[in-house]
């Protein structure tokens, strides 16, 4: 028998671009490669969400209305410190324009229209880019949660909790997916590679991981019935 492919967490993206049609083909796009997407339709939004979540990669406008796509990155990469690579996707087509763009923190520039395939392939290069010179620091953030990844170090307001392999990997899909539901069948798929060892298995992890959390004052994943499993949303806010 074959090996099992192994099944790969997804990549989070958030697209900062006020209008809608873009918007939908983007958010499209990259769902259909697997990544995980979140919209924001001006830089007050895209900021809201920066503060509270986690991406690995930011598509990012310059005309967005109120403060423009510079401001916004210059305002992520010197206040939030911000590390995450940036994809600026717009009509400005100048050499003073991709000037600005980069020097204002962007890593890649791309020039509308493009192809829908070219971005997806910058996408996946600047986010492995940017996990092989960044992994040690690399941390996803889930209000007073953090895990960063490399160590294996998860915390609740600075506390160290100790977590086994499996509720590790139920804990980052859940973070990556950053309150929307996890359906069951991508958790299982995720820690056994196929079927799990019981029906029981995953509710087994999921209790423990609930316990470990809770007893540190991280009571938030949520039960969605006939669904999967999400953190409760309102659990990002600080």
Known sequence: MPPRKKQQIP??????????AIAENLLLALEGEGFIADVARDACA??????????DLMLLDIGLPGMDGYGLLKQMREELQLSMPVL???ARSTLEDKALGFSSGADDYLVKPYALEEMLMRCKALIRRSRQLSDTAFALRYGPLRYVVA???VTV????IKLSRKNLMI??????????VVPRRRLEEYLWQGEP???EALRSQMHLLRKALSAHGFDSIETVHSMGWRLAP???QP
């Open 157 to 160: 307001d600075g506390q160290e």
């Open 151 to 153: 160590d294996q170090l």
């Open 197 to 199: 060892p019981s029906a």
């Open 234 to 236: 309102n659990a990002a």
């Open 88 to 90: 600026m996707l717009t």
């Open 11 to 20: 990549y989070t993206v958030l697209i900062v671009e006020d209008e809608l």
């Open 46 to 55: 895209a900021l809201g969400r920066l503060e509270h979540e986690s991406y």
């Open 171 to 180: 804990l980052e899909l859940l973070m990556r997916y950053g309150g929307r």
